[in-house]
């Protein structure tokens, strides 16, 4: 069987830190371990890298060598509180249920919405099927959980599974209250060539999006109590009419409730 990332990504290693971690990577991804300076690995095929930055594992795209690069940020969003538990306020508040306790993430993706419900005080689980993906938020819970306040307060951070998401929900053995969904959705505008580009070789490198309706339907089936759907305030919803929706900035949150 080939590769998943063969001659898109390589595992970059820029000849500082422990390079068994590097090497471990790269066999996990079944990908090269490169060294050298920006400049040399111009000259290879692979269009993007992963490589540790500032100590976190970051992911470069061969024309933004120099640039920071591409990581799950752990901090708060602009706007959200720093305190723990954050405030449930908000429409993602509002849909997930201020009641509710536990909630899994089917497409955990770069975790921005998982996160900010962790420190709103949501027990969260994290699905995610890229491999790309699973290395970096791996690394981004490991920051998260050596974060003076998260140790202070004892604190469970995101469990991870990593895992296809229809096939996990089927299996799972506790039921969650909530189940989470963010699918893609087609832009509604056309982007420019070069977005358009950035885009396809992003797509190329973490894979087709799984089926919407399936996961809907695994969701509804493997919820305790509710799904909720994060969509553009275009699209039509995913199930049927939702039990609520909850408006945000050009997006919404559908829920479906069970009872």
Not at 25 to 46: F, I, S
Not at 57 to 85: A, F, T
């Given at each position: 069987?080939?590769?998943?990332?063969?001659?898109?990504?390589?595992?970059?290693?820029?000849?500082?830190?422990?390079?068994?971690?590097?090497?471990?990577?790269?066999?996990?991804?079944?990908?090269?371990?490169?060294?050298?300076?920006?400049?040399?690995?111009?000259?290879?095929?692979?269009?993007?890298?992963?490589?540790?930055?500032?100590?976190?594992?970051?992911?470069?795209?061969?024309?933004?060598?120099?640039?920071?690069?591409?990581?799950?940020?752990?901090?708060?969003?602009?706007?959200?509180?720093?305190?723990?538990?954050?405030?449930?306020?908000?429409?993602l508040a509002q849909a997930i249920g201020r009641k509710t306790k536990?909630?899994?993430?089917?497409?955990?993706?770069?975790?921005?919405?998982?996160?900010?419900?962790?420190?709103?005080?949501?027990?969260?689980?994290?699905?995610?099927?890229?491999?790309?993906?699973?290395?970096?938020?791996?690394?981004?819970?490991?920051?998260?959980?050596?974060?003076?306040?998260?140790?202070?307060?004892?604190?469970?951070?995101?469990?991870?599974?990593?895992?296809?998401?229809?096939?996990?929900?089927?299996?799972?053995?506790?039921?969650?209250?909530?189940?989470?969904?963010?699918p893609m959705f087609p832009p509604k505008r056309k982007k420019s060539?070069?977005?358009?580009?950035?885009?396809?070789?992003?797509?190329?490198?973490?894979?087709?999006?799984?089926?919407?309706?399936?996961?809907?339907?695994?969701?509804?089936?493997?919820?305790?109590?509710?799904?909720?759907?994060?969509?553009?305030?275009?699209?039509?919803?995913?199930?049927?009419?939702?039990?609520?929706?909850?408006?945000?900035k050009l997006l919404r949150y559908d829920v479906y409730l069970k009872?």
């Amino acid at each position: 069987m080939q590769p998943i990332y063969q001659g898109k990504l390589a595992v970059w290693y820029p000849g500082q830190g422990d390079l068994d971690a590097y090497q471990a990577l790269a066999a996990q991804l079944d990908v090269p371990l490169l060294e050298g300076v920006p400049t040399q690995l111009m000259r290879v095929n692979e269009s993007f890298f992963l490589t540790w930055r500032e100590s976190s594992l970051k992911l470069l795209d061969k024309e933004l060598l120099n640039k920071g690069g591409m990581l799950v940020e752990i901090e708060p969003r602009p706007g959200e509180q720093r305190s723990w538990p954050a405030p449930k306020d908000g429409a993602l508040a509002q849909a997930i249920g201020r009641k509710t306790k536990t909630v899994v993430d089917a497409t955990t993706g770069w975790a921005q919405d998982s996160l900010h419900l962790f420190r709103m005080g949501y027990h969260v689980t994290c699905i995610e099927r890229s491999p790309v993906m699973q290395a970096l938020l791996s690394d981004a819970l490991l920051r998260l959980q050596q974060l003076d306040w998260v140790q202070r307060l004892q604190l469970q951070v995101p469990q991870l599974v990593c895992d296809d998401a229809i096939a996990r929900l089927a299996a799972l053995e506790v039921t969650p209250e909530c189940i989470y969904i963010d699918p893609m959705f087609p832009p509604k505008r056309k982007k420019s060539a070069l977005a358009k580009k950035s885009m396809t070789i992003l797509h190329d490198l973490l894979g087709d999006d799984m089926d919407k309706n399936a996961l809907f339907a695994a969701a509804w089936e493997a919820a305790g109590k509710r799904v909720v759907v994060k969509s553009p305030e275009y699209a039509e919803p995913l199930g049927a009419k939702p039990s609520a929706s909850y408006a945000g900035k050009l997006l919404r949150y559908d829920v479906y409730l069970k009872t």
